[in-house]
């Protein structure tokens, strides 16, 4: 079984500082990796994925994420992080097997201050 | 990029009602559509996977009869808690995928759904 890991409840990180949230997975397969951004009482909005190619995988509003096969993670990554990054942050693997369904780990709250 | 409207956004109704929450997909064909279940402070639980013109298949632990999930067209796919009472009260979230695009879910922006 699929399964997706993210260490931190939260992330706090000054305005300005870089911001890393962690996700490690556990496949069998090629792992079909995203990450996805909920701000409060909203549904998920995607940043970014990784399917094949380049282990480093640009997105959404500056947000990146390193594909790493010999650690099995892959981290988010902003340079320089806004007060309106502040949200709950979701990584998760695709299924190819069960219905292409996505296994989500249990989320990161990043806080950024000003 | 792709658009997923749901609706309602928030549902305050009496226990033993049954709600119907709505989810279409505005600019795409979602060949599938994903409910979720999100608890305050946790991580989204998959109810069930639809696909046009065929069953749900729900996960296990999920009433099929207490949640009851059409996906009768490419463009919409319903959600109805049938009798809902406290317990059920929650945030629900869908999201829809095409399979001949294979580009990632697509989520509505979820409901609250508050059973008094």
């Known amino acids: 079984a699929q399964s997706v890991a993210q260490p931190e409840d939260q992330v706090n990180v000054a305005e300005g500082n870089p911001l890393t949230v962690k996700c490690t997975y556990s496949v069998s397969g090629n792992p079909y990796l995203f990450w996805y951004v909920q701000y409060p009482n909203r549904g998920l909005q995607f940043l970014l994925k990784?399917?094949?190619?380049?282990?480093l995988v640009k997105g959404s509003y500056g947000f990146e994420a390193e594909f790493n096969k010999s650690q099995t993670s892959f981290h988010l990554k902003k340079p320089s992080a806004l007060v309106s990054d502040s949200a709950l942050y979701f990584c998760a693997v695709r299924d190819m097997a069960a219905g292409n369904k996505l296994t989500f780990g249990g989320g990161t709250r990043v806080l950024v201050k000003p | 990029g792709a658009v997923v409207s749901q609706h309602p956004s928030r549902v305050i109704c009496k226990s033993g009602t049954s709600v119907k929450i709505e989810c279409r997909s505005l600019d795409f064909q979602a060949t599938t559509m994903f409910w979720y279940r999100q608890f305050p402070k946790q991580s989204l639980m998959l109810m069930a996977t639809s696909n046009e013109g065929s069953k749900a298949t729900y996960e296990q632990g999920v009433e099929k009869d207490k949640f009851l999930i059409n996906h009768a067209s490419l463009t919409l796919s319903t959600l109805t808690v049938t009798s809902a009472h406290p317990e059920d009260s929650s945030f629900y979230i869908c999201?829809?995928?095409?399979?001949?695009?294979?580009?990632?879910?697509?989520f509505g922006d979820g409901t609250r759904l508050s059973i008094l």
């Open positions: 990784y399917i094949t190619g380049d282990n």
């Open positions: 999201s829809g995928w095409d399979r001949a695009l294979n580009q990632p879910q697509h």
